[in-house]
């Protein structure tokens, strides 16, 4: 989605500008540009394209100037163009934007109406020329940008540098995150602190509705009444340090690698490895899944597959009653709130517009909020009554991998302690699941011995156009997941069913080329989920089985391929499948020469609905 910078400075805006860009590369963008005051002129390069295409520009016509904006675009109104790419400006505004101006067709009438001209498709530009036309009638910039904002409806954040105006840099959030860096002689704007952080650590997070003016280092906020406010100011741990590929060839491969690492960073935030019980360092949350009367977990994509896989888990562990649903459909379905209920949201970046509607709703009925977050200052962070982090670290590539897992390890966790305060698990059965989840980084660890089959594998069968995904249980929202995972990096088209779902339908698509990919584990379900693979064969389908050895023995030599994972506990099995089911993905997209970190279309985080 799209990214926002802004340096008030002393030095060369343009280098700054475009490396902080690079650190929002991760959001996913189709478009960049820059624009700069020089000796008090707005000056601006764009590029369609990657950054590099930007570079090229920037070499080719070099820009100066101290005071400037940038932008990385994922294009919502009008395609990836350099006269849709932002900034976008009039000769006295220069302005970024990231999130969507509803209104920007009744302004736009309004204001050709009154002679201004428009060169782009984009919702954006009706700003400029809003606030182009109050500096006009008189208003001095900071004034102008405010009545701009006032008249705009939708959810953004912006920034503008104004002709004549050096070091004068004006932001404004409503929707959108935005966040103001302060250093000791410059002072920044940022859709993050990860952005900010070459800069600086010292960063806080605007309130919806809040306008900040930065003058040189001096930075003022003022709320949505226009009264003057502070924010706190806060120490990121985002690191200065470009994240690297580590020597893979993607992030995705280095992000599928960490796992292991990851979750078992994760895992000791909520395991007392030694006493074999969980033990969270968020003790309230005990006593609120103690008594909840319903658990409504909820997220979008990625994410939500994990809060699915939740839903079997607080069933199953804790006899809680859960029910879950996509963000973008809750936030609108009117959901029946119950007395005493707990709603558990679940986000990588904690940006995302649908589930940080969803959230702000339950909180308005009386539902307790818990979210479970990766970036632990984002907006659902600060939103929600109580934060379980994940600790996988900055997640670049595009297709959520480690994220997943380690929400998966966060629920997890919450599920046994939630059994155990509920009086459902008993404390052997608390000790034997803390230790099989304690043996999952491990395995992994032994899964990946696998790769080079699984390599050769995704090779053979990226020829597919289509792929169908299996699983029973706690693996059927895991199923769902492995077939986004493929659509989304190879463009292969993929469906994820539960198992038992193949003979009310999708069987009909199966002939000899379509894969058929089975996560089943050798438990109570196995026999049953062997029958559906039979059916699936005698139609001539091409099985793939991902399974433990028990489980390939026991399926016979049937199927096209296998895919050997350890042996876990059952329960838990979508941690370790995971992996084989996001590695099968990245070879397949690799056999296809596809841009697996940044796949068409897709932005890292959706600040719009
Ligand atoms: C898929 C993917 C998306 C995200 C979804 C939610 O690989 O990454 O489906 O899971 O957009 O994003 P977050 O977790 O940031 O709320």
């Given at each position: ?15 700054q ?25 707005i000056e ?140 000791d ?121 994990a ?19 996509v ?51 984002s ?35 919450l ?42 594998l ?75 693979m ?18 390939i ?44 970190d940044?796949?068409r ?9």
């Open positions: 989605m799209c990214g926002i910078i802004g340096i008030a400075g002393t030095q060369d805006a343009a280098p500008l475009v490396e902080a860009l690079r650190r929002l590369e991760y959001r996913g963008y189709d478009s960049a540009g820059i624009a700069t005051l020089v000796e008090g002129r601006r390069r764009r590029s369609p394209g990657k950054l590099t295409q930007l570079d090229r520009v920037l070499q080719q016509k070099p820009l100066g100037g101290r005071t400037g904006i940038g932008h990385t675009r994922w294009a919502t109104h009008g395609a990836p163009t350099e006269s849709n790419a932002h900034p976008h400006a009039s000769r006295r505004v220069a302005l970024v934007h990231n999130g969507i101006i509803e209104n920007f067709r009744e302004l736009r009438s309004a204001l050709i109406a009154k002679g201004h001209h428009f060169e782009s498709e984009t919702d954006t530009e009706v700003a400029v020329h809003l606030v182009t036309d109050l500096l006009d009638q008189g208003l001095a910039p900071v004034e102008a940008a405010r009545e701009a904002v006032r008249q705009l409806t939708g959810a953004y954040a912006l920034a503008m540098i104004f002709a004549g105006h050096e070091g004068l840099v004006v932001g404004a959030r409503k929707g959108s995150p935005l966040a103001v860096g302060y250093g002689v410059e002072a920044y704007l940022g859709s993050d602190a990860f952005a900010l952080a070459p800069f600086t650590h010292r960063v806080a997070y605007l309130d919806d509705g809040d306008v900040v003016v930065l003058h040189g280092p001096k930075v003022e906020i003022f709320d949505s009444a226009g009264q003057p406010v502070q924010r706190q100011i806060r120490m990121t741990t985002a690191s200065a340090g470009l994240v690297d590929k580590a020597g893979y060839r993607h992030f995705m491969a280095k992000e599928i690698h960490e796992q292991p690492e990851v979750i078992a960073h994760t895992l000791a935030h909520y395991l007392d490895p030694s006493a074999l019980v969980v033990q969270l360092r968020e003790p309230e949350v005990i006593e609120v899944l103690r008594h909840a009367s319903r658990l409504t977990i909820s997220a979008c994509g990625t994410a939500f597959y809060g699915l896989i939740g839903k079997y888990w607080f069933e199953r562990l804790a006899r809680l009653a859960v029910e879950a649903d963000a973008s459909e809750l936030r609108y379905r009117e959901p029946v709130y119950p007395a005493g209920g707990v709603a558990l949201f679940i986000s990588q970046s904690g940006e995302t517009a649908d589930t940080l509607a969803a959230l702000r709703d339950a909180k308005a009925s009386g539902q307790t909020t818990i979210a479970v977050v990766n970036v632990p200052e907006s659902i962070a600060r939103e929600a009554d109580i934060v379980l982090p994940t600790f996988a670290g900055p997640e670049i590539g595009v297709a959520s991998t480690k994220a997943f897992t380690c929400q998966l390890s966060v629920l997890a966790a599920a046994i302690a939630a059994g155990r305060a509920r009086g459902v698990i008993e404390p052997d059965r608390e000790h034997a699941l803390v230790a099989s989840l304690l043996e999952i980084p491990r395995h992994i660890v032994e899964f990946m011995t696998q790769e080079e089959t699984v390599e050769a995704g090779g053979d069968l990226a020829k597919a156009r289509d792929v169908l995904y299996l699983g029973r249980g706690v693996n059927f929202p895991l199923a769902m997941e492995g077939a986004l995972k493929l659509k989304e990096i190879s463009y292969i088209h993929a469906e994820g069913y539960a198992a038992g779902e193949m003979k009310h339908g999708p069987i009909a698509l199966i002939d000899e080329n379509v894969p058929v990919i089975v996560l089943a584990p050798h438990d109570t379900w196995f026999e049953k989920t062997v029958s559906n039979q059916e699936t064969m005698a139609r001539g389908g091409k099985v793939i089985l991902i399974s433990d050895v028990a489980g023995a026991a399926a016979g030599e049937a199927a096209y391929a296998n895919i050997p994972v350890p042996a876990v506990d059952p329960t838990f099995a979508p941690l370790l499948y995971a992996v084989p089911v996001q590695m099968l993905a990245y070879y397949m997209a690799l056999a296809k020469g596809t841009d697996v940044q796949p279309n897709l932005a890292k985080s959706v600040t719009v609905e």
